[in-house]
């Protein structure tokens, strides 16, 4: 038997309409959100689509960026991989816990070998030009509620109901070498 593989998690959150993104950044502005997702990634390895990690203004280090660009140059501590599996396996070698941040593209890709997507679901529908990728079918999941809250949306002065959910996949796949 081989040492259990590091669980891989992806983590998000999206509208009632199925919206992740809308020009390059979040459709909504929910700080608590925010703060959910930073407090659940600190300290981890993250994996990270290449137009998500243009918009962030903070990347950690040990993220690694997915791109088929080959001249592509990341900022300091962030590696550049041209593969999920190649982002995977570099994450996992750092022995750190390991995010899944998407964008959809990545999501997709990455599903397969994660265990949990921690998913806010944003009881609203927003305007959006990046949609949750079909390929992540969380039906068959079992789900788990972590927590309830209704925060101020601040682009609509509105408030929202935000659930934040746990799925957890029964087998995923193990990150193999090529
Ligand atoms: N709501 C949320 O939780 C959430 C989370 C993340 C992002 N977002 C939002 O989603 C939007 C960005 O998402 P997106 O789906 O448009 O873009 P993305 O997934 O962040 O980035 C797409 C790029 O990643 C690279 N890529 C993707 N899959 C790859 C693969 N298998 N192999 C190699 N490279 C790969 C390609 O880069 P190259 O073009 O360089 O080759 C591709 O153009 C933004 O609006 C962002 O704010 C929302």
Known sequence: MG?????ISAIGAVSSNGMIGLNNWLPWDIPEELAYFERAVAGAALVIGRQTYESMEVVPADSFILTRQSD????FGCTAVNSIK???RGALATGKQVFVIGGASVYAAAWPY?????????????????RFPDAVDLAPCHVDELARQTYLERHSGEAVSCRFLRYERQSPVAVTAD
């Open 3 to 7: 040492k259990e593989q590091t669980v």
């Open 114 to 130: 994660c265990r949990y997507f921690y998913l806010t679901r944003i009881d609203r529908d927003f305007a959006g030009d990046v």
């Open 72 to 75: 592509f140059t990341p900022r």
């Open 86 to 88: 190649a982002a995977l």
